[in-house]
């Protein structure tokens, strides 16, 4: 590739998703010059951030928005927002006084890991999870019996990372938190679908702004107008150490303003043409089948899901991964589900002729049996969630 990233580092190739260590997501031309103009000029951050709510309602249908440093934030801010509405001696209380409604419910099957804990960002805030259910079953009655006089916001989160069986659906969980008096908050970071979420009960849902969105940094919280303007007085409170810049704010309004516009139809079939050869360099090797997979929450989009027999082929695909990730132009695949046996290729964030490359490099080691004899198997670096990577980070004056 040509066109290397700045300071020297490694070029990769990212076949995994957006991916926070790998820098989540590229953004388009349109996006980095508009983060870069704004640097150049003093604003009044809430009449950006009455710009950015324009914007963010007319593309989610929500009544307001605002924008945060990330998801993670968004979530923290959402439901502290819920605790101290518009009082700004509370949202200053916080996270040490949370005051008399400071529970979260939340199905058990939801309190995921998205590189950090989900229940985290909730106690940031100074609130206690309410777990409803058990990990693989949440019924109406127990989720019900969750929503206490002390809590103050039920949290829903929609995730490749969360059970996906057993839990009680977007409309249904709505329903029985607003027969409790309890708005509703959606974790969609990573969703596509900017409106069904509100439409079907969410009181503020929050998106990732670097995700899909190909955004700089960022988060978005939409939805009811006193909720978010209430999660918005936050930024006097916990909300500092979770600033947004200007220039993140305009890169991202961009983002979502290129969303409108942006050819699905064209970049799914570009996603598709990926896939087929990627399939094609596979086909006929022993040990290896491929297939595409829909994504897990019905973004639009499909993964190729390569399974491997590791009787057959003499490595597993922790080994292969890793293999993949140690090439001079690393090619980081979607490892989430080594210990099945299979890894995902992810087309959403390649680059112009990276598809090809990330095919001969697969056929090249997948066909070299003797270099496969010798890979190591590493299911632990997977599992612990890439917190290696930060143990060993530093040492050696790195
Ligand atoms: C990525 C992700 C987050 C965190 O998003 P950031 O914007 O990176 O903080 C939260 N929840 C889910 C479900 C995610 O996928």
């Known amino acids: 590739m040509t066109d290397a990233p700045p300071l020297g580092l490694t070029p990769l190739i990212n076949v995994s998703g957006t991916m926070t260590g790998l820098g989540a ?27 950015a709510s324009q914007v963010i309602g007319r593309l989610t249908g929500a009544e307001a928005g605002f924008m945060t440093a990330s998801a993670s934030a968004g979530i923290s801010l959402a ?22 409604r400071s529970k979260v419910a939340v199905q058990l ?12 960002s909730v106690e940031l805030a100074g ?50 938190a607003r027969e409790a008096d309890v708005p509703v908050i959606v974790d969609a970071a990573s969703e596509y679908d900017l409106r069904g979420f509100l439409a079907d009960g969410a009181d503020l849902v929050i998106y990732s702004g670097h ?29 500092r150490g979770m600033k947004i810049g200007k220039e993140s704010i305009a890169g991202a309004i961009v983002a979502l303003e290129a969303w409108e516009t942006r050819d699905h139809a064209g970049i799914r079939e570009r996603e598709r043409a990926a896939l087929d050869l990627w399939s094609a360099a596979l086909e006929g090797i022993d040990g290896v089948t491929a297939r595409p997979v829909a994504d897990p929450t019905g973004n639009p989009l499909d993964r190729l899901e390569v399974t491997i027999d ?10 292969i991964a890793c293999a993949l990730a140690c090439r001079e132009t690393p090619i980081i695949v979607r490892n989430h589900e080594v210990e099945l046996g299979c890894f995902q290729l992810d087309p959403c964030n390649l680059k112009p002729g990276q598809a090809e490359v990330v095919a ?8 070299n049996h003797e270099a496969l004899g010798q890979l190591p198997k590493d299911l632990a670096s997977a599992r612990n969630g890439g917190t290696d990577g930060y143990l060993s980070w530093g040492d050696a004056g790195e």
């Open 25 to 51: 997501s590229i953004s388009s031309r349109a996006v980095r010059e508009a983060t870069a103009a704004m640097m150049g000029h003093f604003v009044n951050m809430h009449e950006l951030q009455s710009h």
């Open 79 to 100: 439901v502290a927002g819920c605790m101290t509405g518009m009082d700004p001696g509370r949202a200053e209380g916080l996270p040490c006084n949370p005051g008399p």
């Open 109 to 120: 099957g939801h309190l995921c890991h998205y590189g950090a804990p989900l229940s985290q």
């Open 127 to 176: 609130a206690e999870i309410v777990p409803a259910g058990q990990s693989t079953l949440c019924t109406d009655h127990s989720l019900r019996r969750a929503m206490g006089p002390e809590v103050s916001s039920a949290l829903y989160v929609v995730s490749h990372h969360v059970v996906h069986y057993g839990q009680v659906p977007l409309n249904r969980f709505a329903e029985i």
């Open 211 to 239: 995700k899909f969105l190909g955004g700089p940094t960022s988060g978005i919280v939409a939805g009811r107008r006193d909720l978010v303007r209430a999660a918005y007085l936050q930024n006097i409170g916990i909300g």
């Open 310 to 319: 590791a009787r057959v082929l003499g490595a597993d695909a922790s080994g």
């Open 360 to 367: 001969s490099a697969l056929r090249e080691l997948l066909t």
